[in-house]
């Protein structure tokens, strides 16, 4: 897993949000909005650092990614300006295109085991997933997905 897995991202962004309003409750409320994101690396390119904005809400987000040689594994760190709090991180990496990144959360009070997918990767786009499981990954509930577009 090269140090350069996370290069795709590197720069500006426009994206199309689609987020399940009520999640773990087997509904379909999903609700669109548009949001902005800035990504530089750091390191030589074995870390990274995304913020995000949804001018909707007030509110921005940032992502630190880091790249681990030794275990050769990616941590990926998320925070809110809504609350100012450092989420669990997840961990993973690529392989032929794809990234899947998995981690222990929980959500409104019930521990939930989180999966992140990176897929559709080109120099234009990449989407992004996020999913809980509540019963150690034998199933899944996709509650958000983002589709990057680069912006000019």
């Not at 100012?84 to 959360?105: A, H, I, K, M, S």
């Not at 929980?106 to 080109?122: D, K, M, Q």
């Amino acid at each position: 897993m090269p140090a350069d897995d996370f290069a795709f991202l590197h720069g500006e962004w426009t994206i199309a949000n689609r987020r399940l309003k009520t999640r773990l409750a087997d509904a379909d409320d999903w609700e669109e909005f548009l949001s902005s994101a800035s990504v530089r690396p750091l390191f030589g390119g074995a870390a990274n650092i995304e913020e995000i904005h949804y001018p909707d809400d007030g509110v921005s987000g940032l992502t630190l990614r880091l790249y681990d040689p030794v275990r050769d594994v990616w941590t990926l760190n998320w925070a809110t300006s809504a609350d100012g709090r450092l989420f669990p991180p997840v961990q993973g990496g690529f392989r032929d295109g794809w990234g899947e990144f998995y981690g222990d959360d929980e959500y409104a009070g019930t521990p939930v085991l989180v999966r992140f997918v990176w897929s559709g990767i080109s120099p234009g786009s990449a989407r992004w997933e996020q999913a809980f499981s509540v019963d150690g990954g034998a199933t899944w509930e996709l509650n958000w997905i983002m589709d990057f577009s680069r912006t000019a």
